[in-house]
């Protein structure tokens, strides 16, 4: 089976080191650890995980030959990566399944990319 992202975007907010309310938070997370344990159920989970702010983000390039490090996200946007899941499954269709009940559980946008197997990296 091939393994497919689950990107999951989150908006930028203003003051991003503040997290929602655990009232905010707390069905979302009910949701996602039912989704997970579905996954896992189904044989589809491979991993999952969250992400630290963008703030925390140092970026890595080669600038004229040399390692150039930066703090801060590769890109500033509305939204950025939050977290992640991956699955395996059998095709696309059977992924975005997974992906839209991602979507639903976390209410925030998914990203569903399938991945390369490893032999033509």
Not at 26 to 43: H, T, V, Y
Not at 47 to 65: K, S
Not at 76 to 101: C, Q, S
Request: net charge negative.
């Amino acid at each position: 089976m091939k393994q497919y992202l689950l990107s999951i975007y989150q908006p930028v907010t203003a003051t991003e080191d503040e997290l929602p309310s655990e009232e905010f938070l707390a069905p979302i997370i009910e949701n996602l650890d039912a989704l997970n344990k579905e996954m896992r159920e189904a044989g589809a989970w491979v991993f999952a995980a969250g992400l630290h702010p963008t703030a925390t983000a140092t970026v890595v390039r080669y600038e004229d030959g040399a390692p150039l490090v930066t703090d801060g996200p590769y890109v500033e946007g509305k939204e950025h990566l939050g977290g992640f899941t991956v699955v395996r499954a059998p095709d696309l269709d059977a992924a975005l399944e997974w992906g839209r009940k991602l979507a639903r559980a976390t209410t925030l946008p998914v990203e569903v990319r399938p991945m390369e197997d490893g032999e033509s990296c």
